[in-house]
């Protein structure tokens, strides 16, 4: 087979190694603490997901520093979830503490995980939109704001997803969600 830049490239080459070793092999995962989740496989190595809310429209300098934090804590890697969360995964449990310290510290929310609110998907509205009957990203912002506290405990009696459309055409299929 012959490759080209056709398409995606196979997910499994940019796996950290853990979960290259423990592929298919992960017997359970814990809630450490909202935001912590600790996950445990067969031959007993432990993976710590750290899940950071962002907003869906970064820039250059939030991308660099997130890299920098995974660089520094979590052997480069990171991964971002359907909803636009940033996951850190930490092969190395003492890393943990520090990174959540440092994420505190410059104001990023730790959640989302666990009987909590997860970042709100929604359409793209002004950013791309020819058609938008209103800005979907900042009503996001302004409902997350209020919600704030949701997304960094886990007291809900179950989990709560919540998704935005800015207008009938649903080009952003936010409804799958």
Avoid at 104 to 109: A, D, H, L
Wanted: hydrophobic letters at 35%; glycine letters at 8%.
């Amino acid at each position: 087979m012959s490759r080209t830049d056709l398409g995606p490239p196979d997910y499994r080459e940019m796996l950290p190694p853990i979960i290259k070793e423990n592929y298919g092999k992960w017997l359970y995962h814990e809630y450490v603490k909202p935001g912590v989740i600790k996950h445990v496989s067969e031959s007993g190595a432990e993976l710590f997901t750290v899940r950071m809310g962002s907003p869906r429209l970064v820039s250059l300098d939030f991308i660099r520093e997130i890299c920098d934090l995974a660089d520094k804590y979590c052997d480069g890697y990171l991964r971002f979830t359907s909803r636009h969360n940033v996951e850190f995964l930490l092969s190395n449990g003492e890393n943990v503490e520090p990174l959540l310290a440092e994420l505190q510290q410059k104001g990023y929310p730790v959640g989302g995980t666990g009987n909590s609110i997860s970042n709100m998907v929604h359409t793209q509205g002004w950013i791309h939109c020819h058609t938008p009957a209103t800005d979907a990203s900042g009503i996001v912002k302004a409902v997350m704001d209020d919600l704030y506290d949701y997304f960094t405990h886990d007291n809900l009696p179950a989990r709560c997803r919540i998704a935005m459309a800015c207008c009938l055409n649903m080009c952003g299929a936010v409804h799958c969600s």
